[in-house]
């Protein structure tokens, strides 16, 4: 399936473009994640086109004990896939983010696994295309539902797949795309509005594949490397794409927390201007990586205000429930300042406690009950969180007083080495679990307090609408992503024999630096090549300046690591790379990190 690549390449591939699986909040959704067949409580049918694909008996249980008869009546298609049943939601949709899509009015759209064909019939509507092409492959199952769409003119069925690469290249002609034209190199970075690209690559039970967990997690990446290369439809010059996927498939390319930002999600912010999320379920990345609440409040009152700039209105229904508090606090006038005090953590044994003490408060507990010792216990548990947090928040104000003298200039090197060695002595003591933290949240600020914030999620046009598990068949919830590429760094396009190979030096130099995320970039750089750090560090400006991402401080437990770098310090890497006159040769670049990548997919291999 899709392309081949060399050894070198799917090893990084397997390692850093894989999202690693996300717990959930409720039992329904977590079960409608890990279960491997359909429940029977997911198949209800909330609207007449659910119905009809209900009575395909497709998604009907119980097969395994029919007749062979009575299995071959049946049609034959994939019932893993997932299909949008609500005409509100594409009704929404369209009013909510209809603004950003007349551009493409009157243009080409590249529809890849329409299934029922509802998205694709209101989008059409919408945007009244010159032709519309549709790759389904479960073409007999899917064609009575699709057929008002293929009655309009300029509309082609293509009974293929358009997540196998070949198949895909084979409508990309000027048979089916007779207004599309393949500019020279010089113009592929230009964005082409007369071309859409819509997928539904939203499967429950997931597909896996090779080392992805799913098969939406691999098309998802190829989707973001075809931007780098030209490749598929991004030949025609930077085509959009709007990729309906199950909620829980999305983070890897948007994460909303520094802990799930992998390479996925580095290629994206080196390949595209946004990756927003138009609707979906409003989830954590993870009950296991959550950030200072702080962060979230000031991210969601950000978006608020941007909404409001740019006078987008919510639908009806579909506001989040950070999207009202962040509404409330403007109303309030309200605001938030990361890092401005202790973080504060959302934590479950929180609503534990305050029950309790409502119900204490209501009729005293007797002393000695399960109750009061319970309350006790998680009085004692919060007063302790509240005593850490100060501490983690002293130590970051020591921190930035170090960082404002360097920024000032006022003070000596001798000073602020006195300075650094203190407040290094400071954390040094300090429980490991509690160093950890700290860094943790210090990071998540880093990333936030850039301008612009180095998460795409932080940096979203808008809030997305929350979506319900009915208005989709089977009833899992799915997110839309809307993606735009923008034009890639002149040297992350070198690739391949025919050229300086840039490109892919810095696909092996990212993929080595991100497996050792939390160590120094300096100390990454001499893994790659001894004596690559000497001439690097001093020439990489970006990484000190402090206005755009750069730390200048040199303590042990604030130097720059691999995971903090932003894209443009990535960019600039590279371009010092290639400057070095001692740098390696790709086969030697190749020879030095394939064992390192080898060992570490070994060790997520065995976590599976």
């Not at 400006?541 to 042990?556: E, M, P, Q, Y």
């Amino acid at each position: 399936m899709f392309r081949n690549r060399n050894n070198a390449r799917s090893i990084f591939t397997s390692i850093f473009c894989r999202p690693t699986p996300v717990s959930t909040l409720t039992s329904r959704t977590l079960s409608s994640k890990s279960s491997k067949t359909l429940d029977k409580d997911q198949l209800q049918a909330s609207s007449p086109l659910a119905e009809e694909l209900a009575s395909t008996g497709v998604w009907a249980p119980g097969r395994a004990g029919r007749t062979k008869k009575e299995s071959e009546s049946q049609p034959k298609a994939d019932k893993s896939r997932l299909n949008i049943v609500s005409e509100k939601l594409c009704d929404d949709i369209l009013s909510y983010i209809g603004s950003s899509l007349n551009k493409h009015k009157g243009c080409d759209i590249l529809d890849i696994y329409p299934g029922a064909g509802l998205w694709s019939r209101k989008l059409h509507d919408y945007l009244q295309p010159r032709s519309h092409i549709l790759m389904e492959p479960d073409a007999d199952l899917y064609k009575p539902f699709l057929k008002p769409l293929l009655d309009r003119p300029n509309t082609t069925l293509v009974p293929a797949s358009g997540l196998i690469w070949r198949e895909l290249n084979s409508i990309l002609t000027p048979e089916y795309l007779p207004h599309q034209i393949v500019p020279d190199a010089t113009r592929l970075n230009q964005r082409n509005d007369t071309l859409l690209v819509t997928a539904n690559i939203a499967f429950h039970p997931k597909k896996r594949f090779l080392s992805f967990d799913s098969l939406a997690s691999l098309v998802l990446y190829q989707f973001i490397e075809s931007i780098r290369t030209s490749a598929t439809f991004q030949r025609y010059g930077l085509v959009r794409m709007l990729v309906w996927a199950r909620h829980d498939d999305k983070y890897g390319l948007l994460p909303k927390v520094m802990q799930k930002r992998k390479k996925l999600a580095l290629d994206s912010e080196l390949s595209c201007e946004w990756v927003r999320e138009v609707c979906g379920h409003p989830l954590p990345d993870s009950l296991w990586y959550v950030r200072d609440g702080v962060i979230d409040a000031s991210s969601s009152l950000a978006t608020w205000k941007r909404m409001r700039a740019a006078k987008m209105k919510m639908p009806e229904g579909r506001a989040s429930e950070a999207l009202k508090e962040a509404q409330l606090a403007s109303k309030t006038r309200k605001t938030f300042e990361p890092g401005s005090r202790p973080p504060v953590y959302k934590r479950t044994f929180q609503d534990a406690l305050n029950d309790l003490e409502a119900a204490h408060e209501e009729q005293v507990f007797t002393r000695g009950s399960d109750s009061y010792k319970n309350m006790k216990t998680y009085r004692w548990r919060a007063n302790w969180e509240d005593k850490k947090h100060e501490r983690m928040y002293d130590l970051l104000v020591g921190l930035e007083a170090i960082h404002a003298l360097y920024k000032s200039g006022t003070a000596s090197p001798a000073e602020i080495e006195a300075l650094e060695a203190e407040w290094e002595a400071k954390v040094q003591a300090s429980p490991k679990g509690f160093i950890n933290e700290f860094i943790t949240w210090k990071d998540n600020l880093h990333y936030y307090r850039q301008d612009p914030p180095l998460l795409h999620w932080d940096r979203r046009a808008y809030d997305p609408m929350v979506v319900q598990p009915e208005e989709f068949f089977p009833n899992i919830e799915c997110s839309l992503l809307d993606i735009q590429p923008k034009e890639t760094h002149p040297l992350l396009r070198q690739r391949g024999p025919d050229s300086n190979r840039a490109g892919d030096c810095f696909d092996l130099i990212t993929s080595s630096m991100m497996s050792q995320s939390t160590v120094p970039v300096s100390q990454c750089l001499d893994a790659l090549m001894p004596g690559a750090a000497d001439y690097i560090m001093p020439r990489w400006k970006s990484t000190r300046d402090l206005d755009h991402g750069g730390i200048v401080a040199k303590t042990r437990y604030s130097e720059l690591t691999a995971r903090l770098l932003n894209a443009r310090q990535w960019e600039e890497l590279i371009e010092i790379w290639m400057e070095w006159p001692f740098r390696p040769e790709l086969h030697e670049l190749i020879a030095r990190t394939n064992d390192e990548l080898a060992g570490e997919d070994s060790n997520r291999a065995s976590d599976k």
